[in-house]
């Protein structure tokens, strides 16, 4: 919506799709509503330092100077919005509605909504975009499938931006909205396009699992008020983050995220760690918004403060993405995109509150480059102002890649074998496979993977089967032989994408996002066996140390038929 106002702003007509209306189901509005920025009395240059070594060097220098740079120019935006907010230092925060005292996002999509409406911006929901359209001169527009009506349709668009955020509904255990799904990645990726850095998933440490099954988390301060311990009883995180020199959760949710996820996950290995959250007094249930939020999760029978629960890490962000230069272009002309389907300016791992900064910014940045294009402007693509290189026919390669170290030496290419990706075909043609699958197999009949003997599968079958998928391979702790079999599973998983069967817009809905899901796994498993050493959030038991050798990027593209992979 950020990049939608901007875009409408320098006069632009301007259509925004999505799968939901407009705002809802998305991360944003779930978000606590902070952003942190360099102001009152943090400078932008403190700002980069921070984002730069919790990003464990692997931001992009371009991106990251930018970023910390221009981020207070966001103020004068959402103020002009009418977005509520009050500054603090290192940032601002949004001001929740009353009314949903829950949704500290809500204040931030309703502003950018209301001021999308008045300068006339075009809002169509229950659209799942299934493809890019190209011309000679770049992108011309989107196909997409209506999976409220079963139909296909096509917008033609002299420039398209992505703002589809990450793929966290790829994991069972997310915070992230089942409609999160990676569609961004699967469209960048078909339309030929180089995502960066795909290895690295942000898990947020305080996950719990309540009685009856809800995920669900707790922001890392409540570390300074109720122990976290392992199976021995010891408080082990408090030692690591003393070793580390983070005073304080706080400090720790700003900085040391991936540590944290890291250090419980290991710890699970050995026995449960639990959360004390008896710890904190009762009266304190009751009296803080957060933690009766939390509360309500729990059954009567079993509050949260009569006892420990066991904890696990819940994925939150991905900071890889799609390739983009400092004004949100891509390599190719006409496509634009910001916010979390993009790369490279958070690194290996994120800040708290950068997420919300790089929407605003970036989708401010990517709206006016977006809007220029559109007006016949000369808009640079990444490639031409030397943002992401030289794109060779087997992937990216060169030294001029952002934030290159060097040349790349053949011990440091891929180590796996090219992974086939699905067809890209038209709409017209998912949806004519789809529903001639229908009837060959009932919703939730047991799965059945290439080989055996059902010839289709009810897309609600294949979505926990890919769930199933990550939460084997791409969790926070990964290791070197089951990557590997990652391989092979991802390759039956993609067989099952044409196998899916479609009897109504439930069945089309998930059918859809599977591939996205398909899409979002195939880039991570491969990005994190690639990737020989341990560094942010993605840690390898048989590399499990930091190796200066690998502060490179590691992009994936298509290359004909299969993904490439190269680093730099």
């Excluded at 730069?52 to 970023?67: A, S």
């Excluded at 255990?173 to 961004?184: A, E, L």
């Excluded at 769930?467 to 067989?495: C, E, M, N, W």
């Excluded at 840690?539 to 499990?544: E, K, L, N, Q, S």
Aim: hydrophobic letters at 40%.
């Amino acid at each position: 919506m950020t990049a939608a106002l901007t875009a409408a702003q320098q006069g632009a007509r301007v259509v925004s799709m999505s799968k939901v209306r407009p705002g809802n189901a998305t991360c944003t509005i779930y978000a606590g509503g902070g952003f942190t920025l360099g102001v009152e009395g943090m400078s932008t240059e403190e700002h980069r330092k921070m984002t730069y070594e919790t990003g464990r060097l692997m931001n992009v220098p371009e991106l990251l100077d930018v970023f910390s740079r221009d981020a207070p120019s966001i103020i004068d935006f959402l103020r002009d919005a009418g977005v509520p907010f009050t500054i603090r230092r290192g940032g601002i925060g949004i001001r929740p509605d009353p009314a949903f005292p829950l949704l500290g996002g809500k204040a931030l999509t309703d502003g950018l909504h209301n001021a999308c409406l008045g300068l006339g911006v075009t809002f169509v929901s229950n659209v799942v975009a299934m493809r890019l359209l190209a011309s000679d001169g770049g992108i011309s527009g989107v196909e997409c499938i209506d999976h409220s009506s079963g139909e296909v349709v096509t917008f033609a668009a002299d420039a398209v931006l992505l703002a589809t955020g990450g793929g966290g509904a790829l994991y069972e255990r997310t915070d992230n909205p089942r409609r999160i799904t990676g569609d961004g990645y699967r469209l960048a990726l078909d339309a030929s396009c180089h995502l960066l850095d795909m290895e690295f998933v942000q898990f947020y440490p305080m996950g719990f699992d309540t009685p009856g099954g809800a995920h669900w988390f707790m922001d890392l301060g409540v570390v300074d008020r109720a122990r976290v311990t392992g199976p021995d009883g010891r408080e082990f995180l408090k030692e690591m983050l003393r070793k580390e020199g983070i005073s304080s959760g706080r400090e720790a949710n700003l900085l040391a995220r991936d540590k944290c996820s890291v250090a419980i996950a290991l710890e699970n290995e050995k026995g449960q760690c639990l959360l004390h959250l008896e710890d904190i007094p009762k009266e304190e249930w009751r009296s803080s918004v957060h933690y009766r939020s939390v509360a309500r999760m729990f059954p009567p029978s079993s509050p949260p403060w009569k006892g420990p629960v066991p904890l696990n890490p819940i994925e939150h962000y991905f900071p890889g993405g799609v390739a983009i230069g400092t004004e949100g272009q891509t390599e190719i002309p006409g496509l634009f995109a910001c916010g979390e389907v993009t790369g490279g300016v958070d690194g290996a791992n994120r800040v708290g509150g950068n997420a919300l900064t790089s929407c605003v910014l970036f989708g401010m940045k990517a709206g006016r480059s977006a809007a220029r294009h559109a007006k016949g402007e000369d808009v640079a693509t990444v490639a031409s102002v030397g943002a992401v290189g030289t794109v060779a026919k087997t992937g990216v390669a060169g030294s001029n890649m952002p934030g290159a170290t060097g040349s790349v030496g053949p011990e440091m290419r891929l180590a796996a074998a090219p992974l086939e990706l699905p067809a890209v075909r038209p709409a017209k043609e998912w949806l004519d496979l789809w529903r001639g699958n229908a009837g060959a197999v009932a919703p939730g009949a047991e799965p059945v993977l290439p080989g055996g003997s059902a010839r289709a599968i009810a897309p609600s079958d294949l979505r926990v089967l890919l769930k199933a998928f990550s939460g084997r391979y791409l969790l926070p702790v990964r290791r070197g032989h089951l990557l590997l079999q990652a391989q092979t599973d991802i390759d039956s998983l993609r067989v099952l994408l044409e196998r899916q069967a479609v009897k109504d817009s439930r069945d089309l809905l998930l059918a859809a996002e599977n591939l996205s899901l398909w899409y979002t796994a195939a880039l991570v498993s491969q990005g994190a066996l690639v990737r020989r050493e341990s560094r942010g959030a993605h840690y390898r038991t048989d590399f499990p140390a930091e190796d200066p050798a690998w502060r490179k990027h590691i992009y994936m593209g298509r290359d004909g038929g299969t993904l490439s992979s190269e680093t730099s």
